[in-house]
């Protein structure tokens, strides 16, 4: 049996989702599209990824926040566990270099060591 799920995140900003999902390689499509479970039903997103030789995840937001939609049981090679860390880790880089840019920072060094970023910004005074 097939059903779409959501699953709540604490992501809100678009544009760093969809970073981070081009950093964990996906396609991204985006505006007012639907995805479709294995009987058919279909739900409105606003963000779809499809992995392959899989069925297709959205993204779409609920009070301001990010919920992940996707027929589980037709989605292959992806645990849902396993997406949202890969998406939390890059969605964190990438909202923590934007801010730390628009307060004058910049990258000097990145350092990706067993599975943990470590990032050397500095400031000019």
């Known amino acids: 049996m097939s059903h ?3 699953l709540k ?4 900003d678009a544009e760093i989702l ?3 999902l081009r950093d964990l390689g996906y396609p991204i499509e985006q505006g007012e599209l639907k995805i479709t ?3 058919g039903e279909q739900t409105d997103v606003e963000i779809k990824i499809r ?11 609920n009070k301001g926040k990010f919920e992940i939609i996707a027929d589980w049981f037709g989605v292959m090679g992806i645990k849902r566990k ?7 880790q890059r969605y964190a880089y990438h909202a923590a270099r934007q801010k730390l840019e628009e307060q004058g920072f910049y990258l000097v060094e990145e350092k990706d060591e ?3 970023i470590h990032l050397l910004l500095r400031r000019m005074l």
């Open 4 to 6: 779409i799920s959501k």
């Open 114 to 116: 067993a599975g943990k």
């Open 51 to 61: 992995p392959p030789l899989s069925a297709e995840i959205g993204f779409r937001r």
């Open 18 to 20: 969809i970073l981070a």
């Open 82 to 88: 396993d997406l949202v860390r890969q998406i939390n």
């Open 9 to 12: 995140t604490e992501w809100v």
């Open 37 to 39: 479970s294995l009987r």
